[in-house]
């Protein structure tokens, strides 16, 4: 397949890429990449390292570090200072925009080598960085001067434009100074006119004013004779309400030091009634104790008494025969201090609950049924038998019985020395 007529054939093509990517100076490929568009050299970069990154993540950092700026903001210069680190690290991004360069001004240089006229509007720095490139194979001198004819053509044709447009521009000068000497005269009448207008209407105003300012003089002389009067009558009552305050105040001063006299009067009275409340029931308290210290004294002569007499009984009466064991077991509750559980404290609580449930009569409770002989008992219930102490005096010593008996009864003690503080105590309404 031959090449189009409108593009370099390959092995050109070819050998100028490597002759300007790989020379021993970057001079022709920063001349090259300068001429780009705005941005283009800037897009192509970004499109080729993004596309390339799908498969290296790393040519995105590449980018960063050849340039020294994030991608989206590397601009067409950015790209032409990095020549040098991308010929370096990536050539094949220069290679490929080295040769869309020259696809893209391939009319350029295949003019330029086979002498052929230039086409118009072919731009200075391309066509300089041409004639780098092809060096002694360009042959400009034909495509020159035809394009020197044309130049001078298209200079005659732009010098008779500029003198039609000069023509133009002077006619319609002319016009706009007389359209602004006509503007100059009108403006002028009615600059008159208005002036006369202005003047009677100034003097208008000036009587208005002068009308105007006279209702508002005596306006004001109302206001200031009328705010007069109210701040006349404002400050006697201001004064009325000041003797007020002070008669107020002295009543005031009166009621006070009289509620204080009977304040003191009704505390003085409290504190006699209580002291005597005191006094009458601490006698009452000293009765009571000595009544009772006779009471427990007779009572104790009663009980001395009554013991001689039965030890004298006891001497003077026969000696009397043992009771039949058996005999008082007939009739006993027999409780089996074992099977009450496993548990000390379990079993010390069971037997406890257990016994007030039988005090009270309530013998549908299960323990009964369960530990003792409840069911066999027939007739009048006589005493409780406890099989077992011993496991009760042990569990005793494990569950610290004794301890919580001895804080229970401190408890007790603490509250009853609090009752009797309070008795003695001048702050919680005793007396000392």
């Not at 427990?296 to 007499?309: D, K, M, N, V």
Request: glycine share 4%.
């Amino acid at each position: 397949m031959s090449d189009s007529p409108n593009t370099l054939d390959k092995d050109r093509r070819h050998a100028l890429i490597h002759q300007v990517v790989h020379a021993e100076t970057t001079d022709d490929l920063r001349a090259l990449l300068t001429t780009s568009a705005p941005r283009v050299l800037a897009d192509a970069f970004r499109s080729y390292f993004d596309a390339g990154s799908k498969k290296l993540p790393h040519l995105r950092r590449d980018a960063l570090v050849i340039t020294g700026k994030a991608f989206a903001k590397v601009t067409n210069q950015d790209v032409v200072n990095a020549a040098d680190r991308l010929r370096t690290k990536h050539p094949g991004f220069l290679e490929w925009m080295v040769g869309w360069w020259l696809d893209r001004h391939a009319p350029l240089l295949l003019s330029l080598l086979n002498g052929e006229a230039l086409r118009s509007g072919v731009d200075s720095a391309v066509f300089t960085v041409a004639l780098r490139l092809l060096g002694d194979d360009a042959r400009p001198a034909d495509c020159l001067l035809a394009t020197a004819t044309q130049a001078d053509e298209r200079a005659k044709a732009a010098q008779e434009q500029q003198d039609a447009a000069t023509s133009e521009l002077e006619a319609e000068l002319a016009r706009a100074e007389a359209e602004r000497q006509q503007a100059k005269r009108d403006a002028a009448g009615a600059l008159l006119t208005f002036q006369r207008e202005f003047a009677a209407v100034n003097a208008g105003a000036e009587q208005t004013l002068k009308a105007a300012r006279m209702e508002a003089e005596q306006a004001l002389s109302a206001v200031k004779n009328d705010a007069n009067q109210r701040m006349a009558a404002a400050q006697d009552e201001i004064r009325t309400l000041q003797d007020q305050l002070g008669a107020a105040h002295g009543q005031l001063v009166e009621q006070r030091e009289a509620a204080n006299t009977a304040l003191q009067a009704a505390l003085a009275q409290a504190t006699e009634t209580h002291q005597r409340t005191v006094a009458e029931l601490q006698q009452r308290i000293a009765r009571v104790r000595h009544e009772s210290e006779g009471t427990r004294q007779r009572q104790a002569a009663e009980l001395e008494q009554l013991r001689h007499t039965l030890a004298a009984q006891r001497r003077a009466a026969p000696p009397a025969r043992p009771p039949d064991l058996d005999a008082q077991f007939t009739g006993a509750l027999v409780i089996n201090y074992a099977a009450l559980g496993n548990d000390p404290a379990e079993r010390l609580a069971d037997l406890f609950s257990m016994y007030r449930a039988y005090a009270r009569g309530n013998l549908d409770d299960p323990r009964l049924a369960r530990a003792t002989n409840l069911a066999r008992l027939t007739g009048a219930r006589r005493g409780v038998l406890l099989v077992g102490a011993e496991r009760l005096l042990e569990d005793g010593a494990n569950t610290a019985a004794d301890r919580y008996l001895r804080l229970r009864s401190q408890q007790q003690e603490t509250q009853l020395r609090q009752l009797v503080a309070r008795v003695h105590s001048q702050l919680l309404g005793g007396n000392a």
